[in-house]
């Protein structure tokens, strides 16, 4: 039988991150390929390499640092994942979600995921964000999804509800916060493939038929393991190229770091006004 990531090594990983704790983090921040910026603000930082950690995957993307700045954020203690690993990487689908099934057992009742996404819908130009409203789960629609194999009870039942995945209680704090900094915020559907190819224009057209506005490598998987475990989640996709329905244009993964720069100004503010809110409540 095909080996899964057992509840011992999670609890693996979370016994170390324990150890170096300093603050009880109440929010995890994921920061996707060229978002890492976010991090460098975290006042008082514990900062632990994710090669250090016990059964703990390490990124080997360019854009990724590759480890966690523990502290305190706009008022609220966080544990901020800068970078993440990706199924295209040769993970499995448990190895992937690992972190957020540590962060679970740390306690973190709250999940922010970021993401750096192409456009698909033809209004959304590099440097906007859009709030994710939902998914499309292309990968596990094909048979790897986060939650194949023994449940884990602990966590949640063997098939959970999805119809509200993302919390909407914190996607009205993330408006609320985009109309009191004055960013247009984008609301829509991310589509979740694989990768590390980017999409052919015919796939965009496809992904575009069935309601995707939004399209990237990583995010969903994540989502399922948080959502299964009764975390909330908030999910932010920072575009980083414009939609190539026609072919006329090539993406690069240079052209998604660049993007970043104009995003993490905006994706700061969206996250320092939900977080201040969560602060006061």
């Known amino acids: 039988m095909e080996k899964f990531i057992t ?42 390499p994710f090669n ?14 590759a480890r966690l700045v523990i502290g305190r954020l706009f008022g609220v203690n966080v544990f901020v ?17 690992l972190p957020i099934r540590v962060m679970q057992r740390l306690g973190i009742p709250n999940l922010i995921l970021t993401n750096a996404a192409g456009a698909i819908h033809p209004e959304f130009i590099p440097g906007d964000v859009m709030l994710i409203t939902d998914h499309i789960n292309i990968i596990g629609m094909s048979g790897p999804n986060p939650l194949r194999g023994p449940n884990m009870s602990e966590f949640g039942e063997r098939f959970p509800d999805m119809s509200q995945a993302y919390d909407r209680g914190l996607m009205n704090l993330a408006r609320d ?25 015919a796939d965009l057209r496809f992904l575009r038929v069935i309601g995707a506005d939004a399209v990237g490598m990583s995010t969903v998987a994540e989502t399922v393991i948080a959502h299964h475990g009764h975390t909330r989640v908030l999910g932010f996709s920072g575009i980083s190229n414009k939609a190539n329905l026609d072919g006329s244009t090539v993406t690069t993964h240079e052209e998604v770091l660049e993007a970043g720069k104009v995003i993490v100004p905006k994706l700061t503010s969206l996250i320092q006004g939900v977080l201040e809110t969560l602060a006061r409540a």
């Open 81 to 97: 994942m800068q970078g993440r690993v990706h199924y295209y990487e040769g993970y499995s689908m448990d190895v992937v979600t």
């Open 177 to 201: 916060a985009a109309k009191k900094h004055g960013i247009q915020l984008r609301e829509g559907v991310y589509a979740g493939l694989s990768g590390p190819s980017f999409e052919s224009p």
């Open 52 to 65: 250090e950690i016990p059964n703990w995957p390490v990124s080997t993307i360019q854009g990724h640092a």
């Open 7 to 48: 509840l011992h090594e999670l609890d693996q990983a979370a016994g170390y991150i324990r150890q170096r704790l300093t603050v009880q983090p109440s929010v995890g921040l994921v920061l996707g390929s060229g978002l890492g910026g976010l991090a460098e603000i975290v006042e008082d930082p514990t900062i632990i």
